[in-house]
Structures are given as structure tokens and as C-alpha cells.
């Protein structure tokens, strides 16, 4: 079963506008922590921002926010002011504590497009 | 800020030839894990190391090896490349016992079998 699930197409935004990529995942444990990931065309995987699953207050990194809807197992990423060089593929994941090897599931990822 | 090194950055090899990815980080992480990713696709697990000495397989089969000989070096071997293996291979460390362990990546191999 897939653990995390990004579904939307491709997406354009306006230079200085907000982007919300959706991000919803499936477990059973009760410790767990979320991960977004940023993948520019280079193809390196850049970390944005984490949110822990027994965290109380939604996570904040600068211009990247994470609306943590615990009960409906959503992780919205939300980018504010958006720029140009926020064009890029970004990625979900989840770490599962009962994994106990720190794996990672990733998401199929959003693709973001800014335009100017 | 994440220090971790891999080379070759991109690769076209042909097919029967042995390889070896390197990898690299200077931040004395204990955890490493090599990830395979196909072109716009999701990042998928083949190797992981809790440290010198340990390495284990990942969700992903794959006919590639790993060695874990010192804490910083992570290298990743193909006996005998082949066309399926074309993908992109991205290295990444952790550090154990921190409280989020977030993995910190390489910039990636690019790989190409002809």
C-alpha cells in the first residue's frame, strides 16, 4: 500500500504568490515524522522541513510552512512569496518509528513551476 | 548545511563494465543509504548502513553491493552494469540518536548503460 500520496499534476504559480502542495500518508504507528524535500533540476534532494507526529504546532522553516492535519493524515507543504528558484520537484516523506531503520517512504512527488 | 560528496555526477558506461559509485560526508554521521530513482519518479531504498561494518539491503532489490570500511565512505558497486540499471542513485546520511534523524543527500549519480 502506498504510504504517501501526492497526487496533484503540475503545477504554475506566480512569481510572489503562495503554493500548497498536498501530501497525505497512511500509518498505523503513533510516532512517525514527516519530511519535505526539494529536488531541483540538478537532481540533489535539499531538505525543507520537519514536522513529528506528537509535534503541537505546525512546523515553520522561513518561507516554508507545513499545515499538519493529524486526524485527516495530511501534511500540506505550503510555500509563501514563491520565486523563481522554487522551481523544482518536491517530495513527501515519512519515517516510521517501528521501522527502526530510519527508512524513508517518499511520495511521487509535485512539480512546481514559477513563473515571473 | 549538509556535507556529503558523490562521484561520478553523471556516467554512460557501457553494458558488462563494473562501476563504482562513490560516496562521501564529512559530518560524521553513523547512518548512510543509497536510494535509486528513476526520472520523475519516487526515491526507493537499496542499501543502508548503521555503520562501519553494517551494511543491509533495502525495499528495493537490487544486484548492486555495498562496503562500509570507514564512517565517511559509502561506496556502491555493479559487478556487471546493465541497461536497467540506468537511473539516477542518490546517496544520504543521518545522524543516529539525533531526535528527527533527517537524512542529508548527495547532489546524485546519473547513470546511463548502454
Known amino acids: 500500500a502506498q504510504k504517501i500520496t501526492q497526487t496533484q499534476p503540475g503545477m504554475f504559480v506566480q512569481e510572489k504568490e503562495a503554493v500548497t502542495l498536498d501530501c497525505t500518508y497512511d500509518t498505523s504507528d503513533p510516532s512517525y515524522g514527516l519530511f519535505w524535500y526539494k529536488q531541483p533540476s540538478s537532481g540533489e534532494m535539499i531538505f525543507l522541513i520537519y514536522q513529528g507526529s506528537y509535534d503541537q504546532q505546525n512546523a515553520t522553516e522561513g518561507r516554508y510552512s507545513l499545515n499538519f492535519q493529524k486526524a485527516r493524515k495530511s501534511a500540506n507543504l505550503v510555500i509563501s512569496a514563491s520565486q523563481l528558484g522554487d522551481s523544482a520537484m518536491y517530495f513527501c516523506a515519512m519515517r516510521e518509528s517501528s521501522w527502526g531503520n530510519n527508512r524513508l517512504a517518499f511520495g511521487k512527488g509535485n512539480q512546481v513551476v514559477v513563473i515571473p | 548545511e549538509a556535507d556529503i560528496y558523490q562521484t561520478p555526477r553523471y556516467l554512460v558506461i557501457g553494458t558488462g563494465k563494473k562501476i563504482t559509485l562513490e560516496c562521501s560526508q564529512t559530518m560524521g554521521h553513523d547512518k548512510m543509504y543509497w536510494y535509486q530513482q528513476d526520472p520523475g519518479m519516487e526515491l526507493h531504498l537499496i542499501h543502508y548502513?548503521?555503520?562501519?561494518?553494517?551494511?543491509e539491503k533495502g525495499d528495493l532489490s537490487s544486484e548492486s553491493t555495498v562496503s562500509r570500511i570507514r564512517t565517511e565512505h559509502f561506496p556502491l558497486t555493479l559487478e556487471s552494469a546493465r541497461p536497467s540499471h540506468t537511473s539516477q542513485y542518490l546517496c544520504a546520511s543521518s545522524e543516529l540518536g539525533s531526535q528527527q534523524e533527517t537524512q542529508y543527500f548527495g547532489p546524485g549519480t546519473r547513470l546511463l548503460v548502454l
Open positions: 548502513s548503521y555503520g562501519v561494518n553494517s551494511t
